[in-house]
Nanobody, 116 residues
Framework: QVQLVESGGGLVEPGGSLNLSCVASGFIFREYVMSWHRQPPGKEREMVAHIGWTGRVTNYADSVKGRFTISRDNSKNTVYLQMSSLRPEDTAAYYC?????????WGQGTQVTVSS
């Protein structure tokens, strides 16, 4: 079955950096677009970034452009989210996502808190 396991969240001061990872299993990773989403406290989940099969095509939410970088390593079945210049408004639970066969799968999430 599809499994997505995120890691790398934590508490960071404004202006700091964090690197998130998501290890996938249960499907042919290199054949699927992968995405990161986030859900701030009390708000709806929103797309942060997604990346195509080979990693050459990426797309970002306007709010994170220039600060976040999505990448993938198909040999490790892993997608990454490098986050820099973090702001308090980036505080959220961050989720990895894949849609396979019309079904959307989510990881359990990893919490990112940006605060001084």
């Amino acid at each position: 079955q599809v499994q997505l396991v995120e890691s790398g969240g934590g508490l960071v001061e404004p202006g700091g950096s964090l690197n998130l990872s998501c290890v996938a299993s249960g499907f042919i990773f290199r054949e699927y677009v992968m995405s990161w989403h986030r859900q701030p406290p009390g708000k709806e989940r929103e797309m942060v970034a997604h990346i195509g099969w080979t990693g050459r095509v990426t797309n970002y939410a306007d709010s994170v452009k220039g600060r976040f970088t999505i990448s993938r390593d198909n040999s490790k079945n892993t997608v990454y989210l490098q986050m820099s210049s973090l702001r308090p408004e980036d505080t959220a639970a961050y989720y990895c996502e894949v849609t396979k066969g019309g079904t959307t799968y989510w990881g359990q999430g990893t919490q990112v808190t940006v605060s001084s």
